[in-house]
């Protein structure tokens, strides 16, 4: 008897839960206002985060900032090569060393691989001491690169919050369904604990 009545309970849950679903979904619709902003539109062009979907979509009808934006792009994009070009260089050198180093190692003659080995690390010694200002220059573009990229995002998060804040007025986010939603849950709930 407790089982079909249990089965019967459940089943008018799960019936009002049917004709209430479209109800619930006109709360959950209902949850936050539907104004209109430009947030709604913007959004994840080309893989974004919300902080680039946001900033771009300010800065499209301002052309010093689309420079601004542009000349930074495009200098990060220099910078890369230029790091390459040189990297691409070391590479060699290093390859070219570890080669010799290893060939000068594999002579059979004791005297002749001593002096070979000798002559290699002074001639790899005399190109890493020319390659010392050169990952000094290196470095420094790493770190400028670092705060150019730091001050961008500050201006960016600087340029966004108010837009943000204006999304968040434009779209207060209502409680009442939510508890509306609970206090059915709890009913529900209510039910359950007194069958037996």
Known sequence: MKKILFASALAVAVL???ENKF????????????????????RFSKGQNMLDAIY????KNDESLKRLDKKIILLQEDSRKVKDLYKDIL???DEYYSD?????KTINDSILRKQLTNLVKES???????????KELTFQINRNNLSIYS?????KIRKTLPEIEKYQNAHPLK????EHFINKQNQLLNELKKLK
């Open 16 to 18: 009002s839960c049917k």
């Open 23 to 42: 109800k619930n979904a006109a709360a959950v619709e209902n949850a936050v206002d539907n104004t209109d902003s430009k947030l709604s539109s913007t």
């Open 56 to 59: 771009y979509e300010q800065i």
């Open 91 to 93: 590479r060699k050198n």
């Open 100 to 104: 010799a180093e290893y060939g000068a």
């Open 124 to 134: 790899s010694d005399k190109y890493h001491g020319k390659t010392q200002k050169l």
């Open 151 to 155: 001050y961008y995002i500050a201006f």
């Open 175 to 178: 409680t009442d369904s939510l």
